[in-house]
């Protein structure tokens, strides 16, 4: 691999007033280690609500290494590494989280895999402290099932916290799908892979901002846009339930015409509710892929950016007034606005 010259983090950020000097702290310490290399600390604000966006503003004026973007609505962790990726320019690029559970100081380890010619390091959680009974053994069902499902082998207990190379980079900005499972779809692009494992720790600050809702999120993205078995499972049991169907209707005609026709109006009901519900989930999962088609059809904007700080070419379109669309980067609309 040639020499590494320039090196990209993104951290995504939700209402991280608590962690996120903390983190810039540690990311400058970790630059201060590589004189020879130059950094860029690219911070995306997924439409916080606390005091964020002001200390993120504040750092951009005193460092130029930091990068802001600032969006003008919620979009989601996953998007949001997304914007990164689509303004990063570095020969090696990071993702991690804001709360410090995914510590920059393993940079190190991570180069030695890059310049044993890996073009993705996957940072596998060998221990995960302060996490739960529940969410452990969820995640581990998580990945059994959906590896399963897709017939690929996505890391099991690896996050967002991976690096990866320049022409992993190139090719990960193609991907416009609007549901995202970027784990996986590391996973699927190919490049040479590898794990690093770590202990990972508890939270510097503040409470995580992964409700069970959004989890469930996106195990159900990860479902969808990994695998169209769903699909096959209800072609399967739909040939299967009417092949029953068939015998049943066969030992209704027999018994007719054999005058042994009994009253069975438990057994009617009971078919017919469970053959309402199997109708009723195989709509719902066929609604499911329907809509991420119908929603990937309009081409909509993956995000909206508000403001930026220290990424030239986004100010100077957003100075303009313009929007801008290429294969790399979609939608970017709005005026500079002051959030001092």
């Given at each position: 691999?040639?020499?590494?010259?320039?090196?990209?983090?993104?951290?995504?950020?939700?209402?991280?007033?608590?962690?996120?000097?903390?983190?810039?702290?540690?990311?400058?310490?970790?630059?201060?280690?590589?004189?020879?290399?130059?950094?860029?600390?690219?911070?995306?604000?997924?439409?916080?609500?606390?005091?964020?966006?002001?200390?993120?503003?504040?750092?951009?004026?005193?460092?130029?290494?930091?990068?802001?973007?600032?969006?003008?609505?919620?979009?989601?962790?996953?998007?949001?590494?997304?914007?990164?990726?689509?303004?990063?320019?570095?020969?090696?690029?990071?993702?991690?989280?804001?709360?410090?559970?995914?510590?920059?100081?393993?940079?190190?380890?991570?180069?030695?895999?890059?310049?044993?010619?890996?073009?993705?390091?996957?940072?596998?959680?060998?221990?995960r402290s302060g996490e739960s009974?529940?969410?452990?053994?969820?995640?581990?069902?998580?990945?059994?099932?959906?590896?399963?499902?897709?017939?690929?082998?996505?890391?099991?207990?690896?996050?967002?916290?991976?690096?990866?190379?320049?022409?992993?980079?190139?090719?990960?900005?193609?991907?416009?799908?609007?549901?995202?499972?970027?784990?996986?779809?590391?996973?699927?692009?190919?490049?040479?892979?590898?794990?690093?494992?770590?202990?990972?720790?508890?939270?510097?600050?503040?409470?995580?901002?992964?409700?069970?809702?959004?989890?469930?999120?996106?195990?159900?993205?990860?479902?969808?846009?990994?695998?169209?078995?769903?699909?096959?499972?209800?072609?399967?049991?739909?040939?299967?339930?009417?092949?029953?169907?068939?015998?049943?209707?066969?030992?209704?005609?027999?018994?007719?015409?054999?005058?042994?026709?009994?009253?069975?109006?438990?057994?009617?009901?009971?078919?017919?509710?469970?053959?309402?519900?199997?109708?009723?989930?195989?709509?719902?999962?066929?609604?499911?892929?329907?809509?991420?088609?119908?929603?990937?059809?309009?081409?909509?904007?993956?995000?909206l950016i508000a403001d930026v700080?220290?990424?030239?070419?986004?100010?100077?379109?957003?100075?303009?007034?313009?929007?801008?669309?290429?294969?790399?980067?979609?939608?970017?609309?709005?005026?500079?606005?002051?959030?001092?």
């Amino acid at each position: 691999m040639q020499r590494i010259k320039y090196i990209s983090y993104i951290i995504p950020c939700y209402n991280e007033e608590l962690t996120i000097n903390a983190c810039y702290e540690s990311l400058s310490h970790v630059a201060n280690d590589f004189p020879q290399v130059e950094f860029e600390f690219i911070f995306v604000n997924d439409a916080s609500s606390d005091g964020t966006p002001f200390i993120l503003n504040r750092l951009s004026e005193s460092d130029g290494r930091v990068k802001v973007i600032h969006f003008a609505c919620n979009k989601g962790h996953q998007i949001a590494v997304t914007a990164g990726l689509d303004f990063a320019s570095g020969d090696v690029t990071l993702i991690m989280d804001a709360d410090l559970q995914d510590p920059p100081e393993l940079l190190t380890q991570i180069l030695e895999k890059i310049r044993e010619g890996y073009d993705i390091v996957h940072m596998q959680r060998r221990y995960r402290s302060g996490e739960s009974w529940f969410k452990l053994s969820t995640a581990h069902f998580f990945y059994k099932i959906i590896n399963w499902f897709s017939g690929e082998q996505i890391v099991e207990n690896c996050g967002d916290f991976r690096a990866i190379s320049k022409p992993v980079l190139n090719t990960i900005k193609r991907f416009r799908e609007p549901h995202r499972f970027l784990r996986g779809l590391f996973t699927r692009v190919g490049y040479r892979q590898c794990i690093l494992q770590y202990d990972r720790k508890e939270r510097f600050a503040g409470r995580s901002k992964y409700t069970l809702y959004k989890m469930v999120s996106l195990a159900i993205n990860g479902f969808l846009s990994m695998s169209a078995v769903p699909l096959r499972i209800i072609t399967v049991s739909s040939m299967f339930f009417w092949g029953v169907s068939i015998l049943v209707l066969i030992k209704a005609v027999v018994e007719y015409f054999m005058d042994k026709t009994v009253a069975g109006w438990t057994s009617l009901v009971f078919l017919m509710t469970f053959y309402s519900g199997i109708i009723t989930i195989s709509l719902a999962i066929i609604g499911l892929y329907v809509g991420r088609i119908f929603e990937q059809g309009q081409h909509r904007p993956l995000y909206l950016i508000a403001d930026v700080r220290n990424i030239d070419r986004l100010e100077k379109e957003l100075q303009k007034g313009l929007s801008s669309s290429s294969d790399f980067w979609v939608g970017i609309y709005g005026n500079i606005k002051e959030m001092n």
